[in-house]
């Protein structure tokens, strides 16, 4: 419970800050705030939480959700004006300050400690090891995305290389790996 209560404060407080940046809606007296998230996800709960429990609107803020289906385009539309918050992992921001952007996001808030990510494999293995991913095929993340840079860390962590010792397919579209498992095409999936 506590820890539900301190991702709460926390978008809450990610959100204070920009109550000042836009005119408040003459019709209902609230400050209309666009948030682009990266995903929907069990592990953003509190903040759904939040939006239907109307603690946002107990701010003042009139908060719009958008899932904008991968940190890229998270970054497009902040960037582009079409969201006043962008949640997401680092890199997009890292990315775009590296490219020399003069109008660059800053990232200013933590809202996950760890990576939700998981392997799933096609049976279940009760005696897993990461050194059976040798020789398989993994559909994994978007290249230089969040989730295929902890999948390599974790490989590279047991041992294994990612770009010898197995294939790791990222062609597959932001949030499709899991129906493109479906295909039987590959033995695990990074989701």
């Given at each position: 419970?506590?820890?539900?209560?301190?991702?709460?404060?926390?978008?809450?407080?990610?959100?204070?800050?920009?109550?000042?940046?836009?005119?408040?809606?003459?019709?209902?007296?609230?400050?209309?705030?666009?948030?682009?998230?990266?995903?929907?996800?069990?592990?953003?709960?509190?903040?759904?939480?939040?939006?239907?429990?109307?603690?946002?609107?107990?701010?003042?803020?009139?908060?719009t959700?958008?899932?904008?289906?991968?940190?890229?385009?998270?970054?497009?539309?902040?960037?582009?004006?079409?969201?006043?918050?962008?949640?997401?992992?680092?890199?997009?921001?890292?990315?775009?300050?590296?490219?020399?952007?003069?109008?660059?996001?800053?990232?200013?808030?933590?809202?996950?400690?760890?990576?939700?990510?998981?392997?799933?494999?096609?049976?279940?293995?009760?005696?897993f090891?990461?050194?059976?991913?040798?020789?398989?095929?993994?559909?994994?993340?978007?290249?230089?995305?969040?989730p295929?840079?902890?999948?390599?860390?974790?490989?590279?962590?047991?041992?294994?290389?990612?770009?010898?010792?197995?294939?790791?397919?990222?062609?597959?579209?932001?949030?499709?790996?899991?129906?493109?498992?479906?295909s039987?095409?590959?033995?695990?999936?990074?989701?």
């Amino acid at each position: 419970m506590r820890k539900i209560l301190t991702i709460l404060t926390a978008v809450s407080l990610v959100c204070l800050p920009l109550s000042g940046c836009k005119k408040a809606d003459a019709k209902n007296g609230l400050t209309p705030i666009t948030l682009n998230e990266v995903a929907h996800s069990i592990f953003y709960a509190p903040q759904y939480a939040a939006i239907e429990l109307g603690y946002f609107e107990e701010e003042g803020l009139d908060l719009t959700l958008v899932n904008g289906a991968g940190a890229d385009k998270v970054m497009t539309a902040l960037i582009s004006g079409d969201a006043d918050i962008g949640f997401m992992g680092s890199e997009a921001s890292i990315y775009t300050y590296a490219n020399g952007s003069d109008d660059y996001a800053v990232n200013f808030a933590q809202l996950t400690q760890r990576a939700g990510n998981f392997l799933v494999g096609r049976q279940p293995d009760t005696a897993f090891s990461w050194d059976k991913l040798k020789g398989t095929k993994v559909l994994g993340g978007r290249a230089g995305g969040m989730p295929q840079m902890v999948f390599e860390y974790i490989l590279k962590k047991n041992g294994i290389d990612p770009k010898a010792d197995l294939t790791i397919d990222q062609s597959i579209n932001f949030g499709l790996t899991a129906a493109a498992f479906t295909s039987d095409d590959s033995d695990y999936t990074v989701e």
